[in-house]
C-alpha cells in the first residue's frame, strides 16, 4: 500500500514474479506501476504490506543487494558533456562484475555514438543509453520503466531482441510498458493494475480468457459484401464457408480478441 495526501497509489498488489521469468505489468496513466516498480527498487518506501526482492526488503537492502539489481527509470539521465562511452564506462566502476562496456554499447545498439556527447542523442538513443546503464551490472533482476518509448519500429524489435538474450541468460525482466504488442512479444505473464488494484494475473494468451474467446469469422459474399459471424467453432464455419463456395472462400479471416482488446475490455469495466 502507498499513499500520497489522499491518493491511494497502491491499495493491494498480491504477486509472485519467479526467477527467469518476464513480468510485464500493464495499466493505465496513473494506474500505481512506475509506484509498485518503484518500492520494489527500494527507491520509495511503502506505507504497508511485505516485499520481498531477490530474498531482501528492498528498504533494508544493502549495496550488495543493490549490484544485483539494474534499473531502467521512467526519466532519462543527463549527463551533459560526457560522452556514451565516458558514461557506460563510468558506471561499470560501480560494479562489483560489470560487463564490458564495448559490448553493452554494442548491444543497445549504439556503436556509432560511442563517442558523442550525451546531449546530442535523439530521444530513442537518451532512452538505449539508459538500457546501457541498466544492465552494466550484470543483473540478475532488471526492472524496466516504459523501456522504449519513443523507440522507432525497429528499435523496438532490436530492444526486444536484447531482452530476450538477457532473458535466456537467466535474467528476470520486470518491465512497464503501453505498448501491449511489446508485452505479447515479451512477457511469460502479464498484470494488469488498475487504480492501485491488481485486475488479473496471466500469460498474455490466457488473459481474460482470451483462448476460449469467439472468434470472428468474416468473408466476402458473392455480392460483395463483408460478412462477420462470432463462432465457438470457427473451423466448422470455415469448412461449411468452403463448402458453400466450392473451394477458396474469398477474403476469409479468423481471430481471436487481441491482447489489446481483452485489456481493454477489462480496464473498461472498472
Ligand atoms: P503512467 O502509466 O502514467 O506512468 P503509473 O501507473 O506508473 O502511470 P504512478 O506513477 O505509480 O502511475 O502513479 C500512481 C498515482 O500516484 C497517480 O495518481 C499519481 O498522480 C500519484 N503519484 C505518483 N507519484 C507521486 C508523488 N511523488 N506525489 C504525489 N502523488 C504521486
Same mark, same amino acid.
Not at 68 to 85: C, M, N, P, S, Y
Not at 107 to 112: E, K, Q, S, T, Y
Given at each position: ?13 498480491? *504477486? ?42 528492498? =528498504?533494508? #537492502? ?39 562496456? @564495448?559490448?553493452?554499447? @554494442? ?24 538500457? #546501457? ?11 524496466? @520503466? ?5 523507440? =522507432? ?21 520486470? *518491465?512497464?510498458?503501453?505498448? *501491449? ?13 488498475? #487504480?492501485?488494484?491488481?485486475? =488479473? ?11 476460449? #474467446? ?37 477474403? *476469409? ?7 489489446? @482488446? ?9
Amino acid at each position: 500500500r502507498k499513499v500520497y495526501g489522499d491518493v491511494v497509489a497502491v491499495d493491494g498488489i498480491d *504477486l509472485a514474479v519467479h526467477r527467469g521469468e518476464v513480468f510485464a505489468l500493464l495499466g493505465p496513466n496513473g494506474a500505481g506501476k512506475t509506484t509498485t516498480v518503484e518500492i520494489l527498487e527500494g527507491f520509495r518506501r511503502r506505507d504497508g504490506g511485505e516485499v520481498s526482492v531477490l530474498g531482501v526488503d528492498p =528498504d533494508r #537492502a544493502d549495496a550488495r543487494w543493490r549490484s544485483r539489481v539494474g534499473i531502467v527509470l521512467q526519466g532519462t539521465g543527463e549527463f551533459d558533456e560526457l560522452t556514451v562511452a565516458e558514461v557506460v564506462h563510468h558506471f561499470a566502476n560501480f560494479y562489483p562484475e560489470p560487463d564490458d562496456p @564495448d559490448s553493452v554499447i @554494442d548491444r543497445v545498439g549504439l556503436a556509432d555514438k560511442a563517442r558523442a556527447r550525451t546531449h546530442t542523442l535523439s530521444g530513442g538513443q537518451k532512452r538505449r543509453l539508459d538500457v #546501457a546503464l541498466g544492465i552494466i551490472g550484470r543483473p540478475e533482476l532488471l526492472f524496466l @520503466d516504459e523501456p522504449t518509448t519513443g523507440f =522507432d519500429p525497429k528499435a523496438r524489435r532490436e530492444f526486444w531482441e536484447l531482452i530476450r538474450n538477457l532473458a535466456t541468460a537467466g535474467t528476470t525482466i520486470v *518491465l512497464t510498458t503501453h505498448y *501491449l504488442d511489446e508485452a505479447e512479444a515479451l512477457a511469460d505473464r502479464v498484470a494488469v493494475i488498475a #487504480a492501485g488494484r491488481l485486475v =488479473d494475473v496471466a500469460a498474455p494468451a490466457k488473459l481474460g480468457d482470451r483462448e476460449n #474467446a469467439l472468434a470472428t469469422v468474416s468473408w466476402r459474399t458473392p455480392e460483395g459484401d463483408l460478412e462477420h459471424t462470432k463462432s465457438a467453432t470457427p473451423t466448422a464455419l470455415v469448412s461449411e464457408l468452403a463448402a458453400r463456395f466450392g473451394g477458396e472462400v474469398p477474403g *476469409l479471416t479468423v481471430t481471436r480478441p487481441s491482447l489489446e @482488446d481483452v485489456y481493454l475490455e477489462m480496464i473498461g469495466h472498472r
